[in-house]
């Protein structure tokens, strides 16, 4: 099993939408919690950290649950500039090193 | 303004030549990362440095090196022995910590001819 799981998508969905993925990861003792964002042919991007209580930062929300050792990444009202693809990132072991799931493409269509 | 530095941005190798991609950041983290990604895939971890005169191996380290002699400088060199080095070679940073965000560089494509 890969540490890090994400469905890849494509989520091909119209503006104004509202979109959610899931990330699992496979190490309970895993501390942090990121999601990036990716556009084509550039470098990750931090969009934002995700905290045990959940986070919000305008459109977007991210959620984790221990429990079942999974994160999740809600965006509301979609926006063509949203098209991208949002990487899930735990920091794995005593090192704490960044480890990324393959990431979930995202198109937002008119 | 801090930052991480990779060049060159394109870089082309003929078979059985080595090649240094660069990596220089001024946000003065200890922990810097080589990663690479393939079309369509996630970054895979080649090797990792935490401090300064020390470095580990990542997941998929053959066929690679580095050194880390200075704080700000983290080369990787993509040796002949890499059989399928054609991919998009990514640097990062972070502050040492576990709640710590990693930082990017804007890559390396390599592509053999």
């Known amino acids: 099993r890969k540490e890090v799981e994400q469905d890849p998508g494509p989520f091909n969905v119209p503006e104004g939408a509202t979109v959610a993925f899931n990330c699992t990861y496979s190490n309970s003792a895993s501390q942090s919690f990121f999601w990036y964002r990716q556009d084509c042919r550039k470098e990750p991007k931090l969009l934002m950290s995700v905290y045990s209580s959940g986070n919000e930062d305008g459109r977007f929300t991210a959620q984790l649950n221990r429990a079942s050792q999974y994160i999740s990444l809600l965006i509301r009202d979609s926006k063509l500039s949203d098209s991208a693809t949002y990487l899930c990132?735990?920091?794995?072991?005593?090192?704490?090193?960044?480890?990324f799931g393959r990431g979930t493409s995202l198109i937002v269509h008119p | 303004d801090g930052g991480i530095t990779q060049s060159p941005k394109y870089l082309f190798r003929k078979e059985g030549q080595n090649v240094t991609l660069s990596c220089e950041q001024n946000l003065n983290h200890d922990a810097m990362y080589w990663y690479r990604q393939d079309p369509g895939q996630g970054l895979r971890l080649i090797y990792y440095s935490q401090i300064v005169n020390d470095f580990q191996k990542g997941d998929i380290a053959e066929g690679y090196s580095v050194s880390r002699e200075k704080k700000e400088s983290f080369p990787l060199t993509v040796t002949s022995a890499q059989k399928n080095p054609t991919a998009f070679y990514l640097c990062?940073?972070?502050?040492?910590?576990?709640?710590?965000?990693?930082?990017f560089g804007q890559g390396t494509r390599l592509t053999v001819v």
């Open positions: 990132v735990v920091n794995r072991g005593g090192s704490y090193i960044p480890t």
């Open positions: 990062a940073s972070r502050t040492v910590g576990h709640n710590t965000e990693a930082f």
